[in-house]
């Protein structure tokens, strides 16, 4: 299996490092694992890509590929450029270091580069690591996703559902804030929605007084309702939630319809 990788935390990301293990264990001695990341972090940046200017791209390293872009942009030069010739048979993006649960998952990187490669047909997986107080201080903080990753992968890969839709199907996992031992198990979720937090500004002055804004994140331990992501996250439990690129509303649609009769 040829197995491309990505992220949006940077090339030299420690979570990359815990992806490329699981990746080379899933593609296996025969198999190969190839690295096309972005050059700086790109927390944030959704799917977005770089469609008005061209990216740098360099190589660092066998099949390890730095781009100035964003992930989306990674898996498109993946796939098109350095790996053109045989394109991989799956991509992995992360592992994120923190949580793409909930309502984060409209702003995360690392889910716009499973998706990116969702809308190139090809099978992917968004892996990211929930951080908390059990296990923010550890001496490795991705004790959780490296200890479970590679099994959860594979039995998607095995088991799981793989369609060919127009806006095919990907995975989103997301590991929880515990050392690996205190894993409970996976539980199939849909995305949830935590009701008391959003994203916000917080203003600061520069010494030369020009006026600046932070973005700044609420907090990421709100429970979100049962069956969803990050309350199996919080309650000690890996989460995989299948997803789609398609935002259509169609619960609305029906009722939409009359209106335009």
Not at 43 to 72: D, N
Not at 111 to 133: D, K, R, V, W
Not at 147 to 165: F, N, S
């Amino acid at each position: 299996m040829r197995i491309l990788i990505t992220n949006d935390d940077g090339i030299n990301a420690p979570g990359l490092k815990v992806l490329h293990t699981i990746a080379s264990e899933i593609a296996g001695p025969k198999g190969e694992v190839w690295t096309v990341a972005p050059a700086f972090e790109q927390s944030g940046v959704g799917h977005c890509i770089s469609y008005t200017h061209p990216m740098m791209i360099a190589e660092l390293g066998e099949r390890r590929f730095a781009a100035e872009g964003s992930p989306a942009d990674c898996v498109l030069a993946g796939i098109h450029d350095v790996m053109k010739d045989s394109p991989p048979d799956l991509v992995l993006s992360g592992v994120n270091r923190g949580n793409n649960a909930a309502e984060n998952v409209l702003y995360s990187g690392t889910i716009g580069g499973a998706m990116e490669a969702a809308l190139q047909g090809l099978p992917a997986i968004a892996l990211s690591q929930f951080y908390g107080p059990r296990n923010v201080n550890r001496d490795d903080a991705f004790e959780a996703a490296a200890q479970h990753g590679t099994a959860v992968v594979q039995t998607l890969l095995a088991q799981g559902h793989w369609d060919t839709h127009n806006y095919r199907l990907f995975y989103n996992i997301n590991f929880p804030p515990i050392p690996g031992a205190d894993v409970k198990g996976t539980k199939i979720t849909s995305q949830g929605f935590r009701q008391n937090t959003t994203f916000s500004v917080e203003p600061h002055l520069s010494p030369s007084g020009r006026r600046f804004l932070w973005i700044k994140g609420g907090r990421q331990d709100e429970r979100t309702a049962d069956g969803t992501d990050a309350a199996a996250n919080l309650d000690d439990y890996i989460s995989v939630t299948p997803m789609r690129a398609d935002l259509t509303a169609h619960d609305a649609l029906a009722g939409l319809q009359e209106l335009f009769k």
